[in-house]
């Protein structure tokens, strides 16, 4: 087993936060130290409950600190540390350092969304939970754990889903090895810590009936390009339809219908008209049926776009930016198309966002993608790719696979059935989770399929726990120390929690400018390729605050930032080497500078995106916000 040395992380109260607890902040404005072997991380700490400030080392009368407290060390001496919340700024006391643990790295854990899963333990000691990773039935092992009642299981995740967007929380990773279980299955143990966000008012108690706001809606994103008529008219169909089985049920004031249409890179052809446009947004304000007039204004191009591949990110992205998902407990979004996606690279994309990018910001919005895949005989060539891109778009956990469903040949009868079997399976699961009575849905409804019915009940659970989870304020469970897994106990192949690594406004700047160093440097030297560590190098020197730690440039991990070095998660574009890049060849090298120019889009959309970002510590340097990013947007 491989043990992996690993981190610290906690939160900083706000100062005004320590001032109300009796700390007194000094006006002295000065610098943190500097972590050994860095030039620009500081030292931090991580206090342990039950430590206390003092105005000096060996100060009587110390004032009690919260547990979890981050804080910035500014001097040491006899076993005492002077600590700030900030990197600059004032200081607020000392504190006797064996009461602190050193923070070095970043990287912490979230829960994903629990439907479809078991909630997860949180055990006392390490050796319990390693028997039940162990045992030849884990399963049965983690059932017992968790109903013994004999202190092994200290804590349990919230049933709701704990938004980190929403509620910030962090669950400091303090150690972890990894571990094999009897079935080949591969897991991490943990040890961990929790620490919420404080609270500024006690949370409101939650009304007698928690989805008694609970409201759903389908957005449609449709390829309207020239062989997409029949398909439009065949869902504009379904909606009437269901519309019609609903009539004047309360189920009409629980949801509305959405339409968004996207075609493909106009390029001085005015025929297209547009590569995205909104034709309804769901509205509350306007009666259920007032989209009908809408979206029969959808209609499929007159002249053809260039290639088989459209811009359907462009439509994803336009889905996200233009409606108001906030309002809704239930995201649904269903896109229809009969042809792949342009990808990042591809220079008639208008986002030059990849498949990994979009579905990164569609969870991060927690909407739910389905795809309807309409395999024509004329995009026979073009099937096996659109297939790899929406079955990764619409990979949804829990779900038993992807929210992707093909259409053989195109048959609109086939279409139609599916169209309608989802939309109304999604709006009977809303129906089902906020008590409205289903039994006075007029007419006969779309029958749907074993796989249909399983995966959005999931979705709708999922979509449950999510809103609850946002209304109730749900927040990590408050517990001091303790270890568990990052995968599912039940269903090792389920990631009960991700990994994400904290990095400030600041360091994403930082890391941003270095993305485009290094890809700006390889495009330049694109027929030299035996340059282009030795460029890279040289810009870099000259944008670096310490040329010492670009050195030789051995990796080109070297050209990034010092919050990224040692972290136990490697990556190929960290390791890569001058060999390993000429080893690429032409191919491999446009490959990998399509990635990276992927995920600075990616990048920048998380730096426009304000509600993503959380000010700790005294909130005075506005570049210190912070966003846990998720490991797998990293480079």
């Known amino acids: 087993m491989m043990r992996i040395a690993l981190l610290l992380m906690a939160l900083a109260l706000p100062a005004t936060a320590q001032q109300s607890r009796g700390i007194i902040v000094p006006p002295a404005q000065r610098s943190a130290l500097i972590m050994e072997g860095k030039q620009t991380l500081t030292q931090k ?19 009690p600190i919260p547990g979890f407290t981050l804080f910035h060390v500014y001097a040491r001496q006899n076993g005492w540390i002077e600590v700030g919340p900030d990197a600059q700024g004032p200081t607020v006391g000392w504190m006797r350092e064996e009461r602190s643990v050193a923070w070095r790295q970043t990287m ?27 045992s030849q039935d884990m399963a049965a092992a983690a059932a017992t754990a968790r109903t013994a009642n004999d202190g092994r299981v200290i804590a349990l995740e919230p049933e709701t889903f704990v938004d980190i967007t ?27 810590a929790s620490a919420p966000a404080e609270r500024t008012a006690a949370p409101a108690p939650p009304p007698p009936n928690p989805l008694e706001n609970f409201r759903g809606t389908i957005v449609f994103v449709l390829d309207t390009t020239l062989s997409m008529q029949p398909y439009l008219d065949r869902t504009r169909d379904a909606i009437r339809n269901v519309m019609a089985r609903v009539g004047e049920t309360p189920l009409r004031d629980r949801f509305r ?26 509205d509350f304000a306007a009666p259920v049926a007032a989209i009908l007039p809408q979206i029969a204004a959808a209609n499929a191009a007159t002249e053809s ?68 895949h309409l395999q ?28 992707y469903y093909p259409i053989p040949n195109g048959e609109v009868a086939a279409f139609g059935q ?31 399929t074993p796989q249909v019915a399983q995966q959005v009940e999931v979705v709708a659970q999922a979509m449950r726990l999510s809103y609850l989870g946002r209304a109730q304020e749900t927040q990590a469970p408050d517990i001091v120390r303790s270890f568990s897994t990052d995968r599912d106990l039940r269903n090792p192949d389920r990631a009960n929690m991700d990994v994400r690594v904290l990095l400030t406004r600041d360091q994403l700047s930082d890391l941003q400018a270095a993305l485009r160093l290094v890809v700006d440097q390889a495009n330049a030297g694109r027929l030299a390729p035996q340059t282009v560590f030795a460029n890279i190098r040289a810009a870099a020197l000259a944008a670096a605050r310490d040329p010492r730690r670009i050195g030789n440039l051995e990796r080109l991990g070297g050209a990034f930032g010092e919050y990224l070095d040692g972290l136990p998660y490697r990556s190929q574009v960290m390791e890569l080497t001058e060999q390993d890049w000429l080893d690429l060849q032409p191919g491999g090298q446009r490959e990998l500078l399509n990635g990276l120019e992927a995920k600075l889009r990616l990048f920048e959309e998380y730096a426009r ?11 005075a340097q506005p570049g210190s916000a912070v966003f846990p990013v998720p490991l797998d947007s990293l480079p």
């Open 108 to 134: 912490v854990l979230s829960f994903t969304n629990p439907a479809g899963r078991d909630r997860t333990m949180f055990f006392a000691e390490r050796d319990p939970l390693r028997r039940v990773i162990l």
């Open 45 to 63: 700490v991580l206090v342990r409950p039950g430590a206390t400030l003092h105005t000096a080392p060996d100060a009587a009368n110390g004032r």
């Open 609 to 619: 995106t304000p509600a993503l970002w959380v000010q700790l510590g005294s909130g």
């Open 166 to 192: 929403r509620n910030f929380y962090l669950l400091p990773i303090l150690s972890a090895e990894e571990i094999e279980n009897e079935r080949g299955n591969r897991m991490r143990l943990l040890e961990v």
């Open 257 to 282: 219908f959405g339409l968004i249409a996207y075609r493909d890179a106009m390029e001085g052809n005015a025929s297209l008209e547009y590569v995205t446009r909104v034709f309804a947004r769901p």
């Open 418 to 448: 599916t169209v309608e079997a989802i939309t109304e399976a999604l709006l009977r699961q809303v129906a089902a989770l906020t008590g409205t009575p289903i039994g006075q849905l007029r007419g006969e409804p779309a029958a749907a």
């Open 305 to 372: 776009n260039e290639g088989f591949d459209e811009d359907a990110i462009a439509g994803l992205k336009s889905a996200i930016d233009e409606i108001d998902w906030a309002s809704f407990g239930g995201r649904f979004l269903i896109m229809v198309t009969d042809a792949g996606a342009r990808e990042a690279n591809d220079p008639r994309s208008s986002t030059h966002l990849g498949i990994r990018e979009i579905r990164d910001l569609l969870k991060q919005r927690q909407i739910a993608p389905f795809v309807l």
């Open 376 to 403: 024509t005989p004329e995009g026979r060539n073009n099937h096996a790719r659109a297939r790899s891109q929406y079955t990764e778009l619409t990979r949804f956990d829990g779900a038993n696979g992807s929210l």
